[in-house]
């Protein structure tokens, strides 16, 4: 028997992913704008004027959510729930290329968190490991954080049960 050999095409399914999908989403960027991209978004939350709204990222080969907080058609903040098998090397790889070596680092157990303080923003990555590495979720907010408003990243980080 002869074999011949695959002639086939492998990439990974975040290689064609680009941060800029993301920076739609970044403080200052128009609701109006999110909407025309991404569709009428999910209302999930209104407080004081402050709307918390889920759009949904899609592709051929990914899926995933953007929760975005607005005011007066401005957004304030996002947080992203990335997909697990996005290949955390790639990601992480993107935004160092971007923002340069983190500000802060910290692990624990399998889970790191990597902050970022660049042009009066804070980025926040996180990303944990089993077999592989891969990204957990991303978030953009601005410095300082004004009176009134809290990020969505601190505000699940206080809704979480403490042991």
């Not at 999930?44 to 990222?57: D, H, P, R």
């Not at 005011?71 to 923002?99: A, M, T």
């Not at 804070?122 to 944990?128: D, I, L, Q, W």
Request: net charge positive; with cysteine.
């Amino acid at each position: 028997m002869m074999f011949q050999p695959l002639n086939a095409k492998v990439e990974a399914p975040n290689y064609n992913f680009s941060l800029d999908t993301l920076a739609d989403f970044f403080p200052g960027k128009n609701r109006d704008d999110l909407e025309k991209k991404y569709g009428k978004a999910e209302v999930m939350a209104n407080s004081s004027g402050t709307e918390t709204l889920k759009f949904y990222v899609a592709h051929i080969r990914y899926k995933f959510p953007v929760i975005v907080q607005v005011k007066e058609g401005k957004v304030l903040d996002f947080f992203s729930k990335l997909p697990s098998y996005f290949l955390h090397d790639i990601f992480f790889q993107s935004l160092v290329n971007r923002l340069g070596k983190q500000n802060s680092y910290k692990k624990m157990q399998e889970e790191a968190v990597y902050i970022w303080e660049k042009d009066s923003l804070k980025h926040v990555y996180s990303a944990a490991c089993t077999i592989t590495c891969f990204p957990v979720f991303y978030s953009v907010y601005p410095l300082p954080v004004t009176t009134g408003f809290k990020p969505l990243i601190e505000a699940m980080k206080a809704s979480v049960p403490k042991n």
